[in-house]
């Protein structure tokens, strides 16, 4: 992968919509210019819920993700943003 180069997702659920850029890094989660663990108020579970894509094919510490996510509460964001990395992976 290029210094530049990204790989794009867009996932919806209920009222959320998440776009998601995975880039090569060292697994270092951001949404919406906050630390995964900041946003989703250190909740374990939707922490976990987010990187189950990554962990599904080995490779949790390979990318860097950005993520802007908007509308609805915490839970549909986080299903929201799950499906953008998985569709990111995807690309």
């Known amino acids: 992968m290029a210094k530049n180069e990204y790989f794009y997702g ?4 209920k009222a959320s919509t998440a776009r998601a850029r995975l880039m090569g890094g060292k697994g270092s989660i951001t949404i919406n210019e906050k630390p995964a663990s900041d946003y989703f108020c250190e ?9 189950e894509p990554l962990e599904l094919i080995g490779k949790k510490d390979a990318y860097d993700i950005t993520i802007r996510v908007d509308g609805g509460g915490l839970a549909g964001q986080v299903d929201a943003s799950k499906l953008a990395i998985s569709k990111a992976l995807s690309a």
């Open 10 to 13: 867009l996932g919806r659920r």
């Open 43 to 51: 909740n374990e579970a939707w922490l976990n819920e987010l990187v």
